[in-house]
T-cell receptor, first 115, second 111 residues
Framework: NAGVTQTPKFRILKIGQSMTLQCTQD?????MYWYRQDPGMGLKLIYY???????DKGEVPNGYNVSRSTTEDFPLRLELAAPSQTSVYFC??????????????FGSGTQLSVL | GQQVMQIPQYQHVQEGEDFTTYCNSS?????IQWYKQRPGGHPVFLIQ?????EVKKQKRLTFQFGEAKKNSSLHITATQTTDVGTYFC???????????FGPGTSLSVIP
């Protein structure tokens, strides 16, 4: 059981480049999330999804896009990379039975630098 | 929008001393969760509290959820070097689906 898998683990982008951070989970979780964590800081919610075809903005959505075409995959797209998007990005998923057991499972993260 | 705050931001303790971190939400929560993140790692789930006034224990860790379901605390008795890391609370606001994290409390334990 792989859990939540994120790729790539590291990436360096030039300003203005685009990229997609991949996230897939094999636990049949309906809920998926993207967070960013700046050095020494907490986690900020970028986007989340409560099921295939449904996405919504979190606290810091500007500069990002997401899609959820399947239950397993929740890719995060950066269209025009900016230095302010240098961060560690975590994908997470949780049980569909919200409220009863809300445990978030995290991927190992993607460290992104925009230079 | 919903805001989750934590204090203190940092805490340095001598091994064997107790440690407490406090979490406050600007809105009522349907549940609160606690996570631990080791340096260079990802957050790992510790516990979830759902009921008003709920208290749960895990060995040396005690978690409380406030009566108004807007605050919570994590207390560690007799800290050990294995407790080092950042402790985050995370709350789901009632009627909303997103889970918002607090800024975390970074714990250092001096042997």
């Amino acid at each position: 059981n792989a859990g939540v898998t994120q790729t790539p683990k590291f990436r360096i982008l030039k300003i203005g480049q685009s990229m997609t951070l991949q996230c897939t989970q094999d636990m049949n979780h309906n809920y998926m999330y993207w967070y960013r964590q700046d050095p020494g800081m907490g986690l900020k919610l970028i986007y989340y999804s409560v099921g295939a075809g449904i996405t919504d903005k979190g606290e810091v959505p500007n500069g990002y896009n997401v899609s959820r075409s399947t239950t397993e995959d929740f890719p995060l797209r950066l269209e025009l990379a900016a230095p302010s998007q240098t961060s560690v990005y975590f994908c997470a998923s949780s049980y569909p039975d919200t409220g009863a057991n809300e445990k978030l499972f995290f991927g190992s993260g993607t460290q992104l630098s925009v230079l | 929008g919903q805001q989750v705050m934590q204090i203190p931001q940092y805490q340095h303790v001598q091994e064997g001393e107790d440690f407490t971190t406090y979490c406050n939400s600007s809105t009522t929560l349907s549940n609160i969760q606690w996570y631990k993140q080791r340096p260079g790692g990802h957050p790992v789930f510790l516990i979830q509290l759902v009921k008003s006034g709920e208290v749960k224990k895990q060995k040396r860790l005690t978690f409380q959820f406030g009566e108004a379901k807007k605050n919570s605390s994590l207390h560690i008795t007799a800290t050990q070097t294995t407790d080092v890391g950042t402790y985050f609370c995370a709350g789901r606001e009632t009627s909303y689906d997103k889970v918002i994290f607090g800024p975390g409390t970074s714990l250092s334990v001096i042997p």
